[in-house]
């Protein structure tokens, strides 16, 4: 800098800040010596502050407006350098320029999963995203507390400790609800409002008022996700339609599979027995030792489905079975299934059926 370039800066006549910017939260008017000319004007736009500093202490604030700096206008500045009688030269004094807007669209987010603790599905990880918006309400301790020594301060630069202040905050508040985990997204507001409420002391110790505070999503693991949905769809359907269709899908099955019928005819006798016992469980929640299946009333028929050929076929009431017993396609060691039984057995080991073959006439010996 030459000596005429020093001798127009120590005469700076005019002090502003053109924020060009949407993220400048404080910015320092620089000029050579810190030297601010007698009678220069000062300009302060709407949603600014200028203010003045002597030795890292705060003199005179200006709010919006124009105004000739004299002794007048800067009187506690003038009582600390001890001007008693006016200036009439250069003065030195450091200037900053505040933005008193909100700053809004402020974005937040969990950079490691939270580890929530919930009554039904034990220990699991969570995250969240939001955002909230902020402005400075008390520069001193702004000042003090976050800018320091720095010229030009920006969103950016505060960034990431007004994230950890909310990230610690969301986390304390999680833990204090209790909420069980599928009502996180049916409460966000509440939730919002909640952990609002718990940061405001927080950013006031910097100077800093959190105007709004929003949580957009809280998300979890895609297992814990499905289980949820599959829950939420047990409560609202209808378990006996539900065992019907799981035995009429089993039975569709085995018919398109002819050659291993049989195999098909246990997987589809376990299905029946499964769709049977879920009716069971969840039409009678309030005897959970309840036995799986109801027996039929006194005086019912029995009946059973009998692999015959390998093919499944019946179901078969008493009197049809013992129509097969005498034609020879039901045997003592013939596979067969009814309602209750967890798989296809041996005919035999049915009590049930034991008369079939106690009744039944020897063959007609061979003259």
């Known amino acids: 800098m030459g000596f005429f370039d020093k001798l127009r800066a120590e005469f700076v006549d005019i002090v502003e800040f053109l924020d060009n910017s949407n993220n400048t939260i404080i910015y320092r008017f620089e000029r050579y010596k810190n030297e601010i000319k007698n009678g220069a004007k000062l300009i302060v736009r709407e949603g600014q502050q200028a203010v003045f500093l002597n030795e890292g202490k705060i003199a005179d604030v200006f709010n919006p407006g124009t105004y000739t700096l004299t002794t007048e206008n800067l009187p506690i500045l003038a009582t600390l350098k001890g001007w008693k009688y006016g ?85 304390n508040a999680v833990g204090q609800i209790n909420l069980p985990i599928e009502n996180y997204a049916a409460n966000l507001n509440d939730l919002s409002l909640n952990i609002f409420n718990f940061m405001q002391n927080d950013f006031l110790l910097y100077g800093i008022e959190v105007t709004k505070f929003l949580i957009e999503n809280v998300s979890m693991p895609e297992d814990i996700k499905k289980e949820i949905f599959e829950l939420s769809r047990l409560n609202v359907v209808d378990l006996n339609k539900l065992a019907q269709m799981k035995a009429a899908k089993a039975m569709e ?8 019928a049989a ?88 009590t049930e059926l034991q008369s079939l073959w106690n009744n039944t006439p020897p063959n007609i010996p061979s003259l």
């Open 253 to 260: 099955i085995a018919a398109a599979n002819p050659s291993g």
């Open 87 to 171: 200036f009439n030269s250069p003065f030195k004094a450091e200037v900053y320029f505040l933005n008193t807007k909100t700053f809004i669209d402020q974005k937040w987010g969990t950079k490691t999963p939270i580890i929530l603790n919930d009554s039904r599905f034990g220990m699991l990880e969570i995250r969240a995203f939001g955002t909230y918006t902020f402005k400075i309400i008390e520069l001193e301790k702004f000042i003090r507390e976050i800018v320091g020594t720095k010229g030009i301060f920006t969103t950016e630069d505060i960034d990431q400790q007004l994230k950890s202040l909310i990230v610690t905050r969301f986390t």
């Open 263 to 350: 195999g098909a005819g246990v997987g589809m006798g376990a299905g029946f027995a499964m769709a049977n016992q879920m009716a069971q469980t969840f039409n009678n929640p309030s005897t959970p030792n309840a036995p799986l299946a109801t027996p039929p009333p006194l005086g019912a028929s029995i009946s059973y489905f009998v692999a015959i050929n390998n093919q499944q076929n019946g179901p078969f009431n008493e009197q049809q079975l013992h129509e097969l017993v005498v034609k020879g396609d039901l045997k003592r060691d013939s596979l067969v299934w009814k309602q209750g039984l967890a798989a296809w057995d041996k005919a035999e080991n049915q």
